[in-house]
């Protein structure tokens, strides 16, 4: 079940969601932390995220079975005034155990939806290259803009491209 996670929930969740954030860590997935990814500040950063999900700047979904979250996606508002048309997709994360079942395809189609009823018109996201993370995108009709080399570090600190990727929603 997919729902959406409201600011006050986040507390209760962070432990879950760190254990979720470590585990794409330690399977090497490049989403902004290295490993080994300490389990506080791993809980500290879904903590931190709090406040811009009350905000009203990010909306955060989790995907749960049986109580244990598998799956999570962002969706980041831009607040700028020429921007408020457009949202950034971030940290979709499904757990290793949970993946090649649709999860990562359910949380994008889930985050598309509600950026189109919220009025988002563009939605735009990065990834590192050759991952499969891309091959999803790919698949679920994201349009790639470019490459860029050297953009960010991978899980070990090896610095690997990004490509870009933009699509209306649905």
Same mark, same amino acid.
């Given at each position: @079940?997919?729902? /959406?996670?409201?600011? !006050?929930?986040?507390?209760?969740?962070?432990?879950?969601?760190?254990?979720?954030?470590?585990?794409?860590?330690?399977?090497?997935?490049?989403?902004?932390?290295?490993?080994?990814?300490?389990?506080? #500040?791993?809980?500290? *950063?879904? #903590?931190?995220?709090?406040? #811009?999900?009350?905000?009203?700047? !990010?909306?955060?979904? &989790?995907? /749960?079975?049986?109580?244990?979250?598998?799956?999570? &996606? %962002?969706?980041?508002?831009?607040? @700028?005034?020429?921007?408020?048309?457009?949202?950034? @997709?971030?940290?979709?994360?499904?757990?290793?155990?949970?993946?090649?079942?649709?999860?990562?395809?359910?949380?994008?189609?889930?985050? #598309?939806?509600?950026?189109?009823?919220?009025? &988002?018109?563009?939605?735009?996201?990065?990834? %590192?290259?050759?991952?499969?993370?891309? $091959?999803?995108?790919?698949?679920?009709? *994201?349009?790639?803009?470019? !490459?860029?080399?050297?953009?960010?570090?991978?899980?070990?600190?090896?610095?690997?491209?990004?490509?870009?990727? $933009?699509?209306?929603?649905?």
């Amino acid at each position: @079940m997919i729902t /959406r996670l409201p600011a !006050t929930g986040i507390p209760a969740a962070a432990r879950d969601l760190a254990a979720l954030l470590r585990d794409a860590v330690e399977g090497g997935s490049s989403i902004g932390f290295l490993a080994p990814l300490d389990p506080a #500040e791993a809980t500290a *950063w879904w #903590e931190g995220l709090a406040p #811009e999900v009350a905000d009203g700047g !990010t909306a955060v979904w &989790v995907a /749960r079975s049986g109580g244990r979250i598998l799956g999570t &996606v %962002q969706l980041r508002f831009c607040g @700028m005034p020429n921007g408020r048309h457009r949202a950034e @997709m971030a940290k979709l994360i499904v757990h290793r155990d949970a993946r090649g079942r649709g999860l990562g395809r359910r949380l994008l189609a889930t985050a #598309e939806r509600e950026a189109a009823a919220s009025g &988002v018109r563009l939605l735009v996201l990065d990834t %590192q290259t050759g991952s499969p993370a891309e $091959h999803l995108y790919r698949s679920a009709g *994201w349009t790639e803009a470019g !490459t860029i080399p050297d953009y960010a570090a991978d899980t070990e600190g090896v610095l690997r491209p990004t490509t870009l990727f $933009h699509k209306k929603p649905l």
